[in-house]
């Protein structure tokens, strides 16, 4: 926070020193009177600042210095061969690009800064966070926090609660022989699959980002035996997508998943529960 506050700052100062350099500038065009020479120095400006804001630091200096030493070359040669003095002008344009451009790269280079800083921030906030952006499921902090919600009211009122697991079988096999874009098709595919098949007071959740091994979990109002039809209606819609996919359904892919009931006296926590149900996967041969 304290980079993040010292970065706008100076962001800030920069932008001040270039709305002056930019007033000055204004201020002597005026007071010269030489129309074609300033609207000569200042294209060249310009175009110093542009190539320092786009290709970097090192190569706007190094244009800098060459148009720099031009300038002193032309200085010498007025005040040698015709006897020209040296105006004020001259001398203000000789060192206004450098600083100018130098003023305006370090105030974006911080404005980037600013924002790649936000963007981590916000990253971080969704991965600690409730959702998982890729899915649009809830993450592993909203299932704990839910689960205690459904595990206390299956207690209080006797209705039975059950988590089924999903993963996709031989996950990790299958990302080295497809493509990023199938595999975030079947991603999708298998979120889609799960929530065609939960009713609308199941809730369900993508419970590790593991690319290798992702897990799919929802929770459910209902006993085993009600958790293992949703089981096998969950796979009857995977396969189904499957078919009707035209970039997955030659591919050998299925589902394995798992299904637990609740027990208050072997799960004495929302982590005993899901770890329960994630064990439950290992069965599913």
Known sequence: MKDNKSTS???DVYLLIFLALILITAIMTEL???LMANAIYLFVTMLLILIMYFFGLFIGLSFNLVFMFGQVLYMIFLNSI??????????????????????FYSMTNRVRQLQSDNLELQNRIIEQGAFNTK???RTTAAFLEDSNVFTETSQRFNIPTSVVAIQVRYLE?????????????LIDL???????STRGNDISYLLNDDESNLTWATLLYTDLDGAKIVE????DNFDQLLINSKSLKDIDISLK?????????????????????????????
């Open 232 to 235: 096998e209606r969950i796979k």
């Open 135 to 137: 899915t649009n499921l």
């Open 173 to 185: 096999q299958l990302r080295e022989i497809m493509s990023e874009r199938r595999i975030d098709e």
């Open 9 to 11: 700052i100076l962001s």
């Open 82 to 103: 015709n006897h020209g003095e040296i105006e004020l002008l001259q001398i203000y344009w000789l060192i206004a690009p450098l600083v100018l451009s130098f003023t």
């Open 190 to 196: 298998t979120t889609t699959a799960l929530k065609h």
């Open 32 to 34: 010269s009177g030489q």
């Open 257 to 285: 998943t798992g299904a637990v009931e609740y027990d208050n006296q072997e799960m004495k926590s929302a982590n005993a529960y899901m770890d329960a149900a994630i064990k439950e996967l290992e069965y599913d041969v």
